[in-house]
């Protein structure tokens, strides 16, 4: 394990920190890494850990509102709503949050111009929603992605009032309270579902990760930061410059 190189994601898990800190840690070349190209990092873990000795790092973990009930959608629609908060129910937990601050907002309309543009040209019958909107991926699981892509073959999970089933794409924009839900709880359900695209944007740490099912598991085919243009094999023509996302 010392020598073998390791993504920032199996970094921060072998450490048990956030990618986040791993992805600050990088740009502030705080650790050592060894740069593929393309911005592609790997890491030696036992150079990582030289080079954190004596420091302390902390973590912080999102808090949800839980209930003991196991949530369905019909519960999910008898729930009194409250102004500024967002609720969703992932494995019959319900969850409640504040809603997106302005930076989140910000980087989420960019982009959601960004794409409606690209998928305009390359899939006319697809569209391009975004949160507030109900999707429901099972009984006990209704999200709210803050961009999601339905390609025009799959036109039929679209109802008058949610989405039912799985988008080929979905983007999650990472708040500071919400960090572990999009990237371990939200991840996984994602990848049960059978979706095929999962990004992740992170306007704190200005980086884009793009997820894509593999044998059912997702691997990680892409991952930039601060002004690199985010480059897709399976999305030809599409490009992303980073910078005008932030």
């Known amino acids: 394990m010392a020598k073998e190189l390791m993504t920032a994601q199996d970094l921060a898990e072998e450490l048990n920190l956030s990618v986040e800190t791993v992805w600050r840690y990088t740009r502030e070349k705080k650790i050592p890494f060894i740069d593929l190209g393309n911005r592609q990092y790997r890491y030696k873990v036992d150079e990582v850990i030289d080079s954190l000795s004596g420091s302390k790092v902390k973590e912080t973990g ?13 519960d999910y ?12 129910v992932l494995e019959g937990t319900l969850i409640k949050e504040p809603s997106p601050n302005v930076l989140h907002q910000r980087v ?3 982009l959601l111009r960004i794409l409606e543009d690209y998928f305009k040209e ?12 109900d999707v429901t991926l099972s009984e006990h699981n ?7 892509y339905i390609a025009g073959n799959m036109k039929e999970i679209i109802k008058e009032k949610r989405i039912d089933g799985s ?10 309270n919400n960090k572990r839900k999009d990237r371990l709880q939200k991840m996984r359900i994602y990848q049960n579902a059978g979706i095929e ?7 704190a740490e200005k980086t884009m990760e793009c997820f894509v099912l593999r044998d059912g598991i997702y691997a990680l085919l892409v991952a930039v930061m601060d002004e690199d243009v985010m480059e897709h ?5 599409l490009s992303i410059n980073l910078g005008e996302l932030w």
């Open 122 to 133: 390359v899939d006319p019958e697809g569209e391009v929603f975004n949160a507030p909107l």
């Open 62 to 74: 999102a808090e949800y509102k839980n209930d003991n009930r196991n949530f369905t959608y019909q």
């Open 233 to 237: 094999a399976d999305f030809k023509g």
């Open 142 to 148: 209704v999200v709210q992605p803050d961009i999601f």
């Open 197 to 203: 695209n999962y990004w992740l944007v992170d306007p």
């Open 108 to 110: 989420s309309r960019r």
């Open 167 to 176: 988008p080929m794409l979905v983007v999650e924009i990472i708040s500071p």
């Open 77 to 88: 629609l008898e729930l009194p709503r409250e102004v500024g908060y967002q609720f969703e």
